[in-house]
């Protein structure tokens, strides 16, 4: 395999990239070594050795503990549980959640064989075992295995007398009641809410 066929091979693993796309991309690169692949590849041989995975909540960041756990001006009493990074930039790009953050790292799922021991379930029990720990917003996916973490986590914090709540779930912002597909509009009417 030549060079060019292993960077079109390696692009069209990243999620979203099939194998033409990755073709286009590669090509487009290679075309302009000088101004794109080269900083690129720089680029990314510096995030490689400099991104660490926060020892306190999970987090990608360059320092540890992240930048969002070293933050003296968040919310320590309340953490957001989500299943991974990803979901925890969301979050973070709406600005309006200040607290702190715990990733999971994915969900229960026995068919995929994983279990509580395999997600960062152990550690969030741990962090709110200290007693600053008041409010845990679960943030899990609506998909079966979301659900069965959300309900897994909350059996074990019932010990802890953490309030845990979980994220709103239903017609979104702009939504037009017409356009929604039946599992949303159930689940927006189970979680009406009273006016003034």
């Not at 991309?25 to 692949?37: N, P």
């Not at 897994?152 to 979104?172: D, F, M, N, Q």
Request: glycine share 10%; with cysteine.
């Amino acid at each position: 395999m030549n060079e060019i066929d292993r960077v079109i091979q390696l692009l069209s693993r990243l999620p979203g990239l099939g194998p033409r796309s990755a073709r286009r991309a590669a090509l487009y690169m290679v075309t302009r070594r000088e101004s794109l692949m080269t900083p690129l590849a720089q680029s990314l041989k510096d995030a490689s050795e400099a991104i660490a995975i926060c020892g306190v909540c999970g987090n990608l960041d360059t320092r540890d503990p992240c930048s969002i756990c070293a933050d003296s001006t968040r919310d320590r009493s309340t953490i957001c549980v989500v299943e991974q990074v990803g979901d925890l930039w969301a979050l973070e790009r709406t600005a309006s959640f200040k607290g702190r953050y715990h990733v999971l790292g994915g969900v229960l799922s026995a068919i995929d064989g994983i279990g509580p021991e395999d997600l960062n379930i152990g550690s969030l029990v741990e962090r709110c075992g200290g007693g600053s720990v008041t409010e845990i917003i679960l943030a899990t996916n609506l998909t079966v295995e979301g659900q069965t973490t959300a309900h897994y986590i909350t059996e074990r914090l019932a010990e802890t007398g953490v309030k845990v709540t979980r994220l709103a779930h239903g017609v979104p912002v702009g939504g037009e009641l017409d356009y929604l597909d039946d599992g949303t509009l159930s689940a927006a009417l189970q979680a009406r809410q009273a006016l003034g």
